[in-house]
C-alpha cells in the first residue's frame, strides 16, 4: 500500500493550502481515512479523518477553517486548509485505516508564516 501526499508548502496568516493525498494498493473505499499533523516538539495529532459512509472529525481548533473530504473514484482524499494560523505548521500524514490495519503517509511539511 502507498499513500503520497502532496499540496504543502509555504502560506502566510489567513492564506489557504489544499493537501492531496493518493493511495493505492488498498480497496479505498472501505477504509476510514484522514489527516494527522505533527508541530516541532509535539506528538502527533489528529487533524480531520472522515469515514467511508463520509462521516466527518475534527479537531478543535480546524473545526470551520478546514474540510476533508473524498474520492472514492480517484482513491484520494483532500484537506482544505483555510484561514491558516501560524499554530497550523507542521508535517502533515495522511492516514487510512480499515479494521486493525493502518497505513501512513510520508509527510508533507506546511508552513504558515508571513
Known amino acids: 500500500a502507498q499513500l503520497v501526499e502532496s499540496g504543502g508548502g509555504l502560506a502566510q496568516p489567513g492564506g489557504s493550502l489544499r493537501l492531496s493525498c493518493t493511495t493505492s494498493?488498498?480497496?479505498?473505499?472501505?477504509?476510514?481515512t484522514g489527516w494527522y499533523r505533527q508541530a516541532p516538539g509535539k506528538q502527533r495529532e489528529l487533524v480531520a479523518t472522515?469515514?467511508?459512509?463520509?462521516?466527518?472529525n475534527y479537531e478543535d481548533s480546524v473545526k470551520g477553517r478546514f474540510t476533508i473530504s473524498r474520492d472514492n473514484a480517484k482513491n484520494t482524499v483532500e484537506l482544505q486548509m483555510d484561514t491558516l494560523k501560524s499554530e497550523d505548521t507542521g508535517v502533515y500524514y495522511c492516514?487510512?485505516?480499515?479494521?486493525?490495519?493502518?497505513?501512513w503517509g510520508q509527510g508533507i511539511q506546511v508552513t504558515v508564516s508571513s
Open positions: 472522515i469515514t467511508q459512509d463520509n462521516i466527518t
Open positions: 494498493g488498498i480497496q479505498f473505499a472501505v477504509y476510514t
Open positions: 492516514w487510512a485505516k480499515w479494521w486493525r490495519i493502518d497505513y
